[in-house]
């Protein structure tokens, strides 16, 4: 699939329940196998934003963010795993475990024994060969040391390919995508992207390790059920592609850690992430802190931010945090109690945008240093909304960067036509 071309303002990352979906030309983007890309992980859809800005384009002809992340809801995420299906068969081709079998000898891991001629004729090529050889069979040999402890409680290994596949099978489905696209786009085997996903190899150690092995692999008849076109050159090309081999790893290696977890979890991880397009903080919601007494003003602020995200992309107002991200708690609202406090936001809020909002509102109570935060999650809304606070002038508000601005009548007029199809 190919989309082009595209700009910011035809993708968007929109919150939805605990979910974050892609938004392509105002609807949601779609896999070649008709699925949202969808997921929690803000980081991999941003990244694959981001991406797809760069590149003028969405692809999946290419191991980019999109295909990774469309391979992984279009099979792993639905419980399939095509890779599995010819699992044996790249593991008869896997000179790494051939060579475990005993099927071959460490100087055959290459196309035949072909080292031997390499010096003289290609000696860059052979360099590559020979130290992608070693460096790979070390490292797979800490991932048998490790998996066979863990795996099979230190018992010897003597069904090889069931082996591997039950260590495959075992990697998070992220993981298991990297392994399912590397292997079958490069001709790389199985072991080489499970050593490199696993953290054995590093990008430039799995190229090497490709080298020893390409021409071998070339032969391997396992078919790709994605679209992204495999590798295949002669050993005369094989040098022009390692640039091109290395930006896929490339991408994979930023995939795979756009997938750890980030040091903070909970109120703290959210505060960590700091203000910006979908996270704001205030620190109370009614009451003045310099003047000592409650304001409408500092109420109107807290509506601002939830209008905002409303029109715009979704988003999380933290009231009782402070701009430096220090934790104020509401308690400084001086209500008597928590309940009190939910009751009035509540107020402010179905006064203020109507009640049909309010399925689009979220809100907790979370403890955060001893004092409490409330959270106030934030969905896409489907129609426009206009902040109608009693007092106050009627005013249509978006997010612009880490920002809420107030749209002149013609432009929310303009930007209303464009978020809002049919509205």
Request: glycine content about 8%.
């Amino acid at each position: 699939m190919r989309i082009s071309p595209v700009n910011a303002g035809m993708i968007d990352l929109v919150m939805s329940d605990d979910d974050h979906l892609v938004y392509y030309n105002n609807k949601p983007l779609l896999t070649a196998g008709g699925n949202e890309i969808k997921t929690g992980n803000q980081r991999v859809l941003k990244q694959l934003i981001i991406e797809s800005c760069l590149l003028n384009m969405i692809t999946d002809e290419k191991i980019c963010f999109f295909a990774l992340q469309s391979a992984n809801t279009d099979f792993l995420g639905s419980g399939k795993d095509p890779f599995l299906d010819q699992f044996d068969e790249l593991c008869s081709c896997d000179p790494f475990i051939q060579l475990r079998k005993g099927s071959i000898t460490a100087g055959e891991i290459s196309s035949g024994g072909s080292l031997e001629s390499l010096p003289d004729k290609d000696p860059v090529l052979f360099n590559m060969m020979f130290w992608g050889v070693s460096g790979a069979l070390e490292a797979f040999s800490l991932f048998c040391i490790d998996f066979r402890e863990t795996t099979l409680n230190g018992k010897k290994i003597t069904d090889w390919n069931g082996f591997i596949k039950n260590v495959y099978s075992g990697l998070p489905d992220h993981q298991r995508t990297i392994v399912n696209l590397l292997s079958l786009t490069h001709h790389s085997g199985v072991v080489l992207p499970m050593l490199l996903v696993c953290g054995y190899l590093n990008g430039m150690e799995y190229v090497n390790g490709l080298s020893s092995i390409h021409f071998r692999m070339a032969e391997a008849t396992a078919v790709s059920p994605f679209s992204v076109p495999r590798v295949s050159a002669g050993r005369s090309d094989f040098l022009t592609i390692v640039p091109l081999i290395l930006d896929d790893v490339q991408k994979a290696l930023q995939f795979l850690d756009s997938y750890k977890p980030v040091r903070l979890k909970g109120i703290a991880g959210i505060i960590g992430k700091g203000e910006g397009y979908d996270l704001e903080f205030k620190s109370t919601l009614r009451w003045d802190l310099k003047a000592g007494k409650t304001n409408q003003q500092i109420e109107r602020a807290c509506l601002k931010t939830i209008s905002a995200f409303l029109n715009s992309s979704g988003g999380i107002l933290l009231i009782g945090v402070r701009d430096d991200g220090s934790v104020e708690g509401i308690e400084s609202d001086r209500f008597p109690n928590t309940d009190k406090f939910l009751l009035h936001l509540w107020t402010l809020i179905r006064t203020s945008f109507g009640t049909d909002v309010s399925p689009n509102i979220q809100t907790k109570l979370e403890p955060a240093e001893g004092k409490t935060v409330c959270t106030v999650r934030c969905n896409r809304s489907g129609r426009p909304v206009f902040l109608r606070q009693p007092g106050f002038e009627e005013e249509f508000y978006v997010r612009v960067g880490p920002g809420t601005i107030a749209l002149a009548v013609s432009e929310a007029l303009k930007y209303i036509s464009d978020h809002f199809t049919g509205k």
